[in-house]
C-alpha cells in the first residue's frame, strides 16, 4: 500500500500562519488578529474552522479574545526572533527585523576560531576566521547576543562582514551574493549555561543567570558549511513553542 501522507488540518495550517507572523513580529502584542468572518473569506474556509485556527492560538497563548472587541496578540508575548523566522520575515518582507527590534553590530574583523567553532564550519583549530557579534534589542531591551563566524575566505569575497555596520540586506542574503553560494538548509543545537560576565554586561542581567544558548549552523546547496553562529538569550526569553500532528 502507498505510503499515507498526513497533511495538518486546514485550522491548523492557519493557526500556524498566523502563529508565523507574530513570531516574525509583523503582528506586534496588542495587535488585533484577523476575525473569524475575515480568516473565512482569505482562506475560504467555513466560519466554523475560522474559529477553531483562533482556538489553537489562544490554546498555545499567542492570542486573546476581548469581548465586544474582537481577538489580540497577547501582551506577554516576547518571543525570540529565532533564525528561521528572520529567514521567513526576509523572504516574505525584505525586511530582516520588525519595526520595534534593532541590532547593534559590537565587532566584526578576523579572528583565530575557537574549537567548537572550526569544527562546525570544518576548519582547523585556530584557523583565521571572520567573527561579528550584534546585540539585538527589542523595544530597547537586550534580548539577544549573537556570534557569527565565517571561514576566512567567505571575508575575502564578502568585505563589509568586516565592517562595524549593519547590512540592510540581511547577513545571509548579503553572504550569498558575495560568495555565489546558495544556502540550503540550516541546523539549530539549543542548551543552556551559566552567562559569562560579557553576556550579564550585554544582556543587563544581575548576579548569576542562565541563558539559552543556540548553535546555528548554514550549509549550502553542496552541504558546506557557510555559516556558524551562537545565540544567547536572556532567562526571560526561553519559550519555544512547535506544532506537529500526532500520529
Known amino acids: 500500500m502507498p505510503e499515507i501522507e498526513h497533511v495538518l488540518p486546514k485550522y491548523m495550517q492557519i493557526a500556524n500562519y498566523v502563529r508565523d507572523q507574530i513570531l516574525r513580529g509583523d503582528l506586534q502584542p ?37 469581548q465586544g472587541s474582537g481577538t489580540f496578540v497577547r501582551d506577554r508575548m516576547r518571543p525570540n526572533r529565532l533564525a528561521r523566522e528572520r529567514y521567513s520575515r526576509a523572504r516574505e518582507t525584505g525586511k530582516i527585523y520588525p519595526a520595534n527590534e534593532r541590532a547593534v553590530i559590537l565587532a566584526a574583523g578576523y579572528d583565530a576560531a575557537p574549537d567548537h567553532v572550526a569544527e562546525a564550519l570544518g576548519l582547523s583549530a585556530g584557523e583565521r576566521v571572520v567573527r561579528r557579534q550584534r546585540l539585538v534589542h527589542a523595544d530597547d531591551e537586550p534580548v539577544e547576543l549573537s556570534t557569527a563566524w565565517y571561514a576566512a575566505v567567505t ?16 547577513t545571509m542574503g548579503y553572504v550569498e551574493k558575495s560568495t555565489g553560494r546558495q544556502a540550503r538548509y540550516a541546523r539549530d543545537e539549543m542548551s543552556s549555561r551559566l552567562a559569562t560576565a560579557l553576556e550579564c554586561e550585554s544582556l543587563r542581567l544581575s548576579g548569576p543567570a542562565a ?20 545565540a544567547v538569550f536572556p532567562p526571560d526569553r526561553w519559550a519555544f513553542e512547535t506544532t506537529y500532528p500526532v500520529v
Open 155 to 170: 571575508g575575502e569575497l564578502a568585505p563589509n562582514l568586516l565592517l562595524r555596520e549593519r547590512i540592510r540586506e540581511g
Open 30 to 66: 496588542g495587535d488585533e488578529v484577523p476575525s473569524e468572518r475575515q480568516i473565512a473569506v482569505d482562506w475560504k474556509v467555513a466560519r466554523p474552522t475560522a474559529a477553531r485556527a483562533l482556538e489553537a492560538l489562544r490554546q498555545q497563548g499567542f492570542v486573546e479574545s476581548r
Open 211 to 230: 541563558v539559552l544558548v543556540v548553535r546555528h549552523v548554514v550549509h549550502d546547496s553542496e552541504d558546506r558549511p557557510l555559516e556558524f553562529t551562537e
